[in-house]
């Protein structure tokens, strides 16, 4: 349900902001997937956890007492997906290229996803209750605009990029009207995500439940994109979280970004020794001959030839012992 799974996704995207904060992970810039833009909001300073927490709760309970709907991802861009959106269907998102989501009322998008097959292109229902970001969001948008009007709101204090209008923004993100047009207004995630990589050379840091965001972000940018980590695990096997976080933290580093390692550890953290070389665990052996090959070595007829070769494996067999053993006592020191 809307009004329980929006706050609930806040709480996770802002929770891990902090602990990553805390770890001595500062962003150069945000941005959020719907939602998401709320918890980027958070981050940047325009609103305080606590006022954020207020408004994503009234913004879902104001989805929530709307009419249900239904959400479609489809690989077509914006201009080839208006060709087949019927009258009262909306774009919802653009998430990278070629993936698009549409949303309206459920028949409407029933229809959709048929005309869709007949050519060929497959459409897939997304797991939501309501046709978010469409014009069946519209009662919505007033009321809400009226409760941002009332909760402090501040200019970012780091660069925000908006998934509403593809770019960064400052001032218009205290206004009311921003992220009350929010609610019906497609998501841009695609255009925010270019509108960050042109300015830098960022690492993109998925933060929140699941993988989606990570997996929008390779297709946009390709396979010689920028560096991509999520924070936990993918949604339908998101394994331990801790362990999640720990290794995206790995990967952090592995590109180049220092952790505060003692806030990390708790001022507990020990040096620990490793060997110089990995433990691979290959195997360089020759394995006994199995009963089958016996068998049919002794219904061979005895000959020179045959003589001759097993003198020559008696002979490697003894070669590589020499070896092992000068490996073995290099190694004892012996």
């Known amino acids: 349900q809307t009004s329980f799974a929006q706050p609930a996704i806040f709480a996770v995207e802002v929770a891990l902001a902090a602990l990553l904060r805390h770890w001595g992970l500062t962003p150069d810039a945000v941005l959020g997937h719907s939602i998401g833009e709320f918890a980027a909001g958070v981050v940047a300073g325009v609103f305080s956890v606590e006022d954020a927490a207020r408004l994503v709760a009234h913004r879902g309970a104001l989805m929530q007492a709307l009419p249900a709907g239904t959400m479609i991802a489809v690989p077509l861009d914006e201009a080839a997906l208006a060709d087949y959106l019927p009258d009262d269907a909306s774009l919802a998102a653009l998430n990278a290229p070629r993936l698009s989501v549409a949303s309206g009322p459920s028949a409407s998008m029933a229809t959709l996803t048929a005309r869709l097959a007949e050519e060929g292109i497959a459409a897939k229902r997304l797991e939501t209750s309501h046709a978010f970001h469409s014009a069946m969001m519209a009662p919505a948008v007033a009321p809400f605009a009226e409760a941002v009007a009332r909760t402090p709101r501040a200019s970012p204090e780091i660069c925000f990029i908006s998934t509403r209008t593809g770019g960064?923004?400052?001032?218009?993100?205290?206004?009311?009207?921003?992220?009350?047009?929010?609610?019906?207004?497609?998501?841009?995630?695609?255009?925010?995500?270019?509108?960050?990589?042109?300015?830098?050379?960022?690492?993109?840091?998925?933060?929140?439940?699941?993988?989606?965001?990570?997996?929008?972000?390779?297709?946009?940018?390709?396979?010689?994109?920028?560096?991509?980590?999520?924070?936990?695990?993918?949604?339908?096997?998101?394994?331990?979280?801790?362990?999640?976080?720990?290794?995206?933290?790995?990967?952090?580093?592995?590109?180049?970004?220092?952790?505060?390692?003692?806030?990390?550890?708790?001022?507990?953290?020990?040096?620990?020794?490793?060997?110089?070389?990995?433990?691979e665990r290959r195997r360089h052996w020759i394995d006994p001959p199995t009963k089958e090959e016996n068998v049919s070595q002794e219904t061979q007829p005895a000959g020179p030839a045959n003589g001759q070769a097993e003198n020559e494996v008696e002979a490697l067999i003894r070669r590589q012992l020499t070896i092992i053993e000068g490996q073995l006592a290099a190694l004892t020191g012996r």
């Open 168 to 279: 960064q923004e400052t001032t218009r993100l205290t206004e009311p009207d921003y992220w009350a047009e929010q609610i019906r207004e497609p998501v841009r995630f695609a255009g925010a995500l270019k509108a960050a990589h042109s300015e830098t050379n960022p690492v993109f840091l998925e933060v929140g439940p699941g993988q989606s965001a990570a997996a929008m972000m390779r297709r946009t940018f390709g396979p010689k994109g920028p560096s991509v980590v999520s924070c936990l695990g993918p949604a339908d096997k998101p394994g331990d979280a801790r362990v999640s976080l720990l290794n995206a933290l790995g990967e952090m580093w592995r590109t180049g970004i220092e952790a505060d390692w003692s806030a990390l550890h708790g001022g507990k953290a020990h040096r620990v020794p490793l060997p110089t070389y990995p433990f």
